[in-house]
Protein backbone atom coordinates (compact mmCIF):
# COMPACT_ATOMS: atom_id res chain seq x y z
CA UNK A 1 0.00 0.00 0.00
CA UNK A 2 1.22 3.17 -1.00
CA UNK A 3 1.42 5.59 1.69
CA UNK A 4 2.00 10.10 2.41
CA UNK A 5 5.21 11.13 2.41
CA UNK A 6 6.24 11.43 6.50
CA UNK A 7 6.72 15.06 6.46
CA UNK A 8 3.38 15.93 4.56
CA UNK A 9 1.95 13.36 6.53
CA UNK A 10 3.33 14.56 10.27
CA UNK A 11 2.44 18.21 9.06
CA UNK A 12 -1.35 17.21 8.49
CA UNK A 13 -1.70 14.95 11.67
CA UNK A 14 -0.58 18.17 13.18
CA UNK A 15 -2.64 20.56 12.51
CA UNK A 16 -5.51 18.02 13.01
CA UNK A 17 -4.52 17.40 16.45
CA UNK A 18 -4.16 20.79 17.08
CA UNK A 19 -7.41 21.78 15.64
CA UNK A 20 -8.93 18.87 17.89
CA UNK A 21 -7.75 20.19 20.73
CA UNK A 22 -8.68 23.97 20.42
CA UNK A 23 -11.76 22.28 19.59
CA UNK A 24 -12.24 20.36 22.71
CA UNK A 25 -10.44 23.45 24.30
CA UNK A 26 -12.81 25.99 23.65
CA UNK A 27 -16.05 23.21 24.44
CA UNK A 28 -14.47 22.41 28.03
CA UNK A 29 -13.91 26.46 28.68
CA UNK A 30 -17.81 27.40 27.37
CA UNK A 31 -19.00 24.68 30.32
CA UNK A 32 -16.66 25.34 32.81
CA UNK A 33 -16.89 29.58 32.59
CA UNK A 34 -19.35 30.98 35.09
CA UNK A 35 -22.68 32.15 33.66
CA UNK A 36 -23.33 35.26 35.83
CA UNK A 37 -19.48 36.21 35.03
CA UNK A 38 -19.81 35.86 31.62
CA UNK A 39 -23.01 37.96 31.78
CA UNK A 40 -21.07 40.77 33.21
CA UNK A 41 -18.20 40.54 31.12
CA UNK A 42 -21.13 40.55 28.43
CA UNK A 43 -21.79 44.44 29.26
CA UNK A 44 -17.98 45.55 29.20
CA UNK A 45 -16.94 43.26 25.78
CA UNK A 46 -18.28 42.54 22.46
CA UNK A 47 -16.27 38.89 22.34
CA UNK A 48 -18.44 38.02 25.50
CA UNK A 49 -21.13 39.88 24.41
CA UNK A 50 -21.42 37.40 21.53
CA UNK A 51 -20.52 34.17 23.25
CA UNK A 52 -22.67 34.95 25.59
CA UNK A 53 -25.91 35.28 23.68
CA UNK A 54 -25.06 31.96 21.67
CA UNK A 55 -24.80 30.18 24.86
CA UNK A 56 -28.22 31.79 26.44
CA UNK A 57 -30.66 31.72 23.22
CA UNK A 58 -28.97 28.37 22.01
CA UNK A 59 -26.25 26.26 24.31
CA UNK A 60 -27.23 23.04 22.63
CA UNK A 61 -26.22 24.06 19.05
CA UNK A 62 -23.07 25.43 20.21
CA UNK A 63 -22.01 21.96 22.12
CA UNK A 64 -23.38 20.12 19.49
CA UNK A 65 -21.45 22.31 16.67
CA UNK A 66 -17.83 22.01 18.46
CA UNK A 67 -18.90 17.95 19.05
CA UNK A 68 -19.51 17.26 15.80
CA UNK A 69 -16.83 19.14 14.75
CA UNK A 70 -14.72 17.33 16.98
CA UNK A 71 -16.03 13.91 15.59
CA UNK A 72 -15.33 14.90 12.29
CA UNK A 73 -11.58 15.66 13.10
CA UNK A 74 -11.17 12.34 15.39
CA UNK A 75 -12.46 10.53 12.16
CA UNK A 76 -10.18 12.02 9.82
CA UNK A 77 -7.46 12.30 11.95
CA UNK A 78 -7.74 7.93 12.63
CA UNK A 79 -8.26 6.83 8.65
CA UNK A 80 -4.73 9.43 7.65
CA UNK A 81 -2.89 8.29 11.06
CA UNK A 82 -3.69 4.42 9.79
CA UNK A 83 -3.65 4.66 6.37
CA UNK A 84 -0.09 6.54 6.74
CA UNK A 85 1.62 4.27 9.05
CA UNK A 86 0.20 0.90 8.17
CA UNK A 87 3.55 -0.31 6.36
CA UNK A 88 5.71 1.19 9.38
CA UNK A 89 3.98 -1.00 11.63
CA UNK A 90 3.73 -3.89 9.46
CA UNK A 91 7.04 -3.96 8.59
CA UNK A 92 8.17 -3.62 12.77
CA UNK A 93 5.99 -6.63 13.41
CA UNK A 94 7.24 -8.82 10.94
CA UNK A 95 10.66 -7.52 11.98
CA UNK A 96 9.68 -9.28 15.30
CA UNK A 97 9.21 -12.55 13.60
CA UNK A 98 5.60 -12.71 12.87
CA UNK A 99 4.31 -14.23 9.61
CA UNK A 100 3.34 -11.28 6.93
CA UNK A 101 -0.19 -11.70 5.47
CA UNK A 102 -0.76 -14.12 8.13
CA UNK A 103 -4.21 -12.96 10.80
CA UNK A 104 -1.74 -12.16 13.60
CA UNK A 105 0.31 -9.55 11.98
CA UNK A 106 -3.33 -7.95 11.14
CA UNK A 107 -4.70 -7.88 14.79
CA UNK A 108 -1.68 -6.82 16.28
CA UNK A 109 -1.55 -4.12 13.36
CA UNK A 110 -4.77 -3.39 14.62
CA UNK A 111 -4.54 -3.25 17.99
CA UNK A 112 -1.11 -1.33 17.90
CA UNK A 113 -2.67 1.31 16.42
CA UNK A 114 -6.10 1.83 18.07
CA UNK A 115 -4.03 1.97 21.57
CA UNK A 116 -1.62 4.70 20.27
CA UNK A 117 -4.38 6.73 18.69
CA UNK A 118 -7.27 6.27 21.43
CA UNK A 119 -3.96 7.58 23.91
CA UNK A 120 -3.12 10.57 21.77
CA UNK A 121 -7.09 11.28 22.04
CA UNK A 122 -7.96 10.99 25.71
CA UNK A 123 -4.63 12.91 26.56
CA UNK A 124 -4.81 15.78 23.92
CA UNK A 125 -8.63 16.05 23.01
CA UNK A 126 -10.36 14.88 26.40
CA UNK A 127 -8.42 15.30 29.79
CA UNK A 128 -5.63 17.82 28.87
CA UNK A 129 -8.60 20.60 28.06
CA UNK A 130 -10.63 19.55 31.08
CA UNK A 131 -7.71 19.97 33.05
CA UNK A 132 -6.76 23.52 31.68
CA UNK A 133 -10.23 24.84 31.30
CA UNK A 134 -11.02 23.78 35.03
CA UNK A 135 -8.19 26.99 35.78
CA UNK A 136 -8.52 29.03 32.84
CA UNK A 137 -12.22 28.89 31.66
CA UNK A 138 -13.05 32.29 31.20
CA UNK A 139 -9.77 33.68 29.36
CA UNK A 140 -9.97 30.70 27.13
CA UNK A 141 -13.76 30.91 26.42
CA UNK A 142 -13.43 34.76 25.44
CA UNK A 143 -10.13 34.21 23.45
CA UNK A 144 -12.14 31.16 21.46
CA UNK A 145 -15.08 32.68 21.20
CA UNK A 146 -14.75 33.46 17.33
CA UNK A 147 -13.81 30.36 16.79
CA UNK A 148 -16.73 28.82 18.55
CA UNK A 149 -18.56 30.86 16.87
CA UNK A 150 -17.80 30.26 13.47
CA UNK A 151 -17.56 26.63 13.74
CA UNK A 152 -21.32 27.03 15.34
CA UNK A 153 -22.14 28.81 11.99
CA UNK A 154 -20.46 26.29 9.83
CA UNK A 155 -21.65 23.33 11.43
CA UNK A 156 -25.01 24.39 11.78
CA UNK A 157 -26.85 23.16 8.20
CA UNK A 158 -25.12 19.73 8.59
CA UNK A 159 -26.41 19.27 12.55
CA UNK A 160 -29.82 19.77 11.16
CA UNK A 161 -30.30 17.23 8.83
CA UNK A 162 -28.79 14.27 11.47
CA UNK A 163 -31.11 16.06 13.90
CA UNK A 164 -34.13 15.53 11.90
CA UNK A 165 -33.19 12.02 10.99
CA UNK A 166 -33.04 11.30 14.58
CA UNK A 167 -36.47 12.39 15.86
CA UNK A 168 -37.80 10.55 13.15
CA UNK A 169 -36.05 7.46 14.36
CA UNK A 170 -36.87 8.88 17.92
CA UNK A 171 -40.42 9.49 16.98
CA UNK A 172 -40.70 5.54 15.64
CA UNK A 173 -39.76 4.32 18.88
CA UNK A 174 -42.35 6.56 20.49
CA UNK A 175 -40.29 9.30 21.69
CA UNK A 176 -41.63 12.55 21.33
CA UNK A 177 -39.91 15.88 21.77
CA UNK A 178 -41.80 16.68 24.74
CA UNK A 179 -40.96 13.73 26.79
CA UNK A 180 -37.45 14.99 26.79
CA UNK A 181 -37.80 17.64 28.70
CA UNK A 182 -37.39 17.28 32.09
CA UNK A 183 -39.51 18.75 35.28
CA UNK A 184 -37.06 19.98 37.89
CA UNK A 185 -38.26 19.97 41.37
CA UNK A 186 -37.43 22.86 43.87
CA UNK A 187 -35.46 20.58 46.02
CA UNK A 188 -33.62 19.63 43.20
CA UNK A 189 -32.71 22.70 42.10
CA UNK A 190 -31.68 23.71 45.94
CA UNK A 191 -29.32 20.83 46.11
CA UNK A 192 -28.00 22.02 42.99
CA UNK A 193 -26.95 25.55 43.94
CA UNK A 194 -25.57 23.81 47.01
CA UNK A 195 -23.41 22.01 45.27
CA UNK A 196 -22.31 24.60 43.16
CA UNK A 197 -21.91 27.02 45.95
CA UNK A 198 -19.44 24.20 47.96
CA UNK A 199 -17.42 23.63 44.72
CA UNK A 200 -17.38 27.49 44.08
CA UNK A 201 -18.91 28.00 40.91
CA UNK A 202 -21.43 29.96 42.31
CA UNK A 203 -20.84 32.56 45.25
CA UNK A 204 -22.48 33.25 48.12
CA UNK A 205 -24.40 36.32 46.59
CA UNK A 206 -25.38 34.59 43.79
CA UNK A 207 -26.81 31.39 45.92
CA UNK A 208 -29.59 33.96 48.16
Known sequence: MDTLPPQPLLLTLFI??????ITAYAKAASIAIN???LATLAEENSKARRLHDA???SPSSVMNALS???GFLTILFVVIAAFGFSDETEELLISWGL???GVLLYILEVAILTIILAFIHSVFWNM???RLSAKYAEKVALALSGYTLTITAIAKPFICIPA???NIAAWIFGVKQ???IEDVTEEEIRMLVDIGSESGAIDDDEKE
Open 55 to 57: LSD
Open 35 to 37: DTR
Open 128 to 130: LPE
Open 99 to 101: EPS
Open 68 to 70: SFK
Open 164 to 166: LFS
Open 16 to 21: ILVLGF
Open 178 to 180: SDL
